[in-house]
């Protein structure tokens, strides 16, 4: 199964740039920042967009641009559009059920509480595989999860965020490039460190 968009979720606007549920944002402008590539606004689909070019294989990376719980329709009119597959889709996006910092590789399932999965789910159905970064469990069960989500990282959490980046990158190049099954088994099973990276 080859990889054609891969779509990084977060709300637009510059209020909303440093909080957890931007994280796909994030992610995927390094990405793009390390290929050196320009995002493009793209009307017709509410969204940024650029195109990368890795093993001769084109790549579409999408910012959606309308709030994150309406992520699903944007991607599904550019999928349209494209004629492709919703197989072909990978979505980047935060997860409070995983450390700060760390990643994880999955395939299908439900949207976990996640407001831009449920839209994509459904918009699309279910069967995409997702990059979930870690942001970190709520600090009290009690604190409300959409004030969570959408409160900024402080400077320890930027800089744990920022040292994992490259390492990001590389996962996305791997989930582009090797079977899906061996992308999961590097990205799932790699030790935490003790200091700043958490795979």
């Not at 579409?60 to 492709?84: C, D, E, H, T």
């Not at 996006?93 to 459904?122: C, M, P, W």
């Not at 959409?146 to 744990?160: G, W």
Request: positive net charge; contains cysteine.
């Amino acid at each position: 199964m080859s990889i054609a968009v891969i779509a990084g979720l977060g709300n637009p606007g510059r209020k909303y740039c440093n909080t957890r549920h931007n994280v796909g944002f994030y992610v995927l402008d390094w990405f793009a920042k390390q290929h050196r590539i320009q995002w493009e606004v793209s009307r017709a689909h509410d969204s940024l967009t650029a195109t990368v070019l890795l093993n001769r294989q084109k790549v579409l990376l999408v910012k959606p641009q309308a709030y994150m719980n309406q992520s699903g329709p944007p991607l599904a009119a550019l999928l349209r559009y494209y004629r492709f597959e919703l197989q072909h889709l990978l979505v980047i996006y935060d997860d409070i059920a995983l450390e700060l910092a760390r990643s994880k590789l999955t395939f299908a399932g439900g949207a976990g509480g996640h407001n831009g999965i449920q839209s994509i789910v459904d918009a699309l159905g279910c069967d995409f595989l997702r990059y979930r970064i870690g942001v970190g469990a709520k600090p009290n069960k009690e604190m409300d999860l959409a004030e969570y989500v959408l409160s900024n990282f402080n400077q320890h959490e930027q800089k744990t965020l920022a040292n994992s980046l490259d390492m990001y990158s590389q996962n996305i190049e791997r989930i582009l490039t090797v079977d899906r099954a061996l992308a999961m088994n590097h990205i799932n099973q790699r030790k935490v460190s003790s200091t700043h990276e958490r795979t």
